[in-house]
């Protein structure tokens, strides 16, 4: 069992920066890959970004890359996600999550592949 608890989020203005921080709990941290989701008022879920066990590997939705960093803690069990360039597109609630597995360098997208998930954080981006 994975507790997940999400802190960092806030009202920032547009071009400004976030750092999101999640904690895990009740586990080893580092028996897990990680990833990032957000989800805006009115829409689905979407993937975010995502980090391996070891942290080596990162993966970004395409609308992020380049702004946004992933990165991960193990002695902490502590993952990050600094947010650079923020724009009111951005504004939503983040999540982050756990798959746990035995690969120590690969990343998944897929939602439906987590199965813990902590509460969220709110971020709002003003124009």
């Known amino acids: 069992q994975v507790q997940l608890v999400e802190s960092g989020g806030g009202l920032v203005q547009a071009g400004g920066s976030l750092k999101l921080a999640c904690a895990a709990s009740?586990?080893?941290?580092?028996?897990?890959?990680m990833g990032w989701f957000r989800q805006a008022p009115g829409k689905e879920r979407e993937f975010v970004a995502a980090i391996s066990r070891s942290g080596g590997t990162t993966r970004y939705a395409d609308s992020v890359k380049t702004r946004f960093t992933i990165s991960r803690d193990n002695a902490k069990t502590t993952v990050y996600l600094q947010m650079n360039s923020l724009k009111p597109e951005d504004t939503a609630v983040y999540y982050c999550a756990a798959d746990w597995t035995v690969s120590s360098s690969t990343v998944v997208a897929d939602s439906a592949r987590f199965l813990y998930w902590g509460q969220g954080t709110q971020v709002t981006v003003s124009s």
């Open positions: 009740g586990t080893t941290f580092s028996s897990y890959r």
